[in-house]
C-alpha cells in the first residue's frame, strides 16, 4: 500500500474516532450534531481519498469518487435537518444551568 494512502487513511481515522468521542461526551443533539457532521465529513474525505489513491485509475476510483461527493454534499443538509427537527420538536439546547 502506498504510504501516502495509507497516511490519508490513517487521519480519516483519526477523525472518525474523534466524531465517535464527541457523539459520547457531548451533552445534547445540537452539540453532537454539530461535533459529528464537521469531522465525519473531514474523516469520510480523507478516508476514500486515501482509498482512491490506493485504488489508482480503475472503475473503482470512480465509484469512490462518486460516493465522496455524495456524502460532502449529503452531511451538512442531514445534520441540518437533524438539528432542525430537533429543535421544531421543543428541544432546547444545552446550557450549564441545567448541568
Not at 469518487?65 to 444545552?94: D, E, M, Q, Y
Amino acid at each position: 500500500m502506498s504510504w501516502v494512502a495509507l497516511g490519508l487513511i490513517l487521519v480519516g481515522l483519526f477523525f472518525l474516532f474523534v466524531a465517535a468521542v464527541g457523539v459520547l461526551r457531548l451533552p445534547d443533539v445540537f452539540t453532537r450534531s454539530h461535533a459529528v457532521s464537521l469531522t465525519d465529513s473531514l474523516g469520510a474525505f480523507f478516508v476514500l481519498g486515501g482509498l482512491a489513491l490506493y485504488q489508482g485509475f480503475s472503475t473503482n476510483l470512480f465509484k469512490i469518487l462518486i460516493v465522496l461527493v455524495l456524502l460532502l454534499l449529503l452531511n451538512p443538509v442531514i445534520s441540518h435537518a437533524t438539528v432542525r427537527a430537533a429543535f421544531r420538536c421543543g428541544l432546547k439546547p444545552w446550557s450549564k444551568e441545567d448541568a
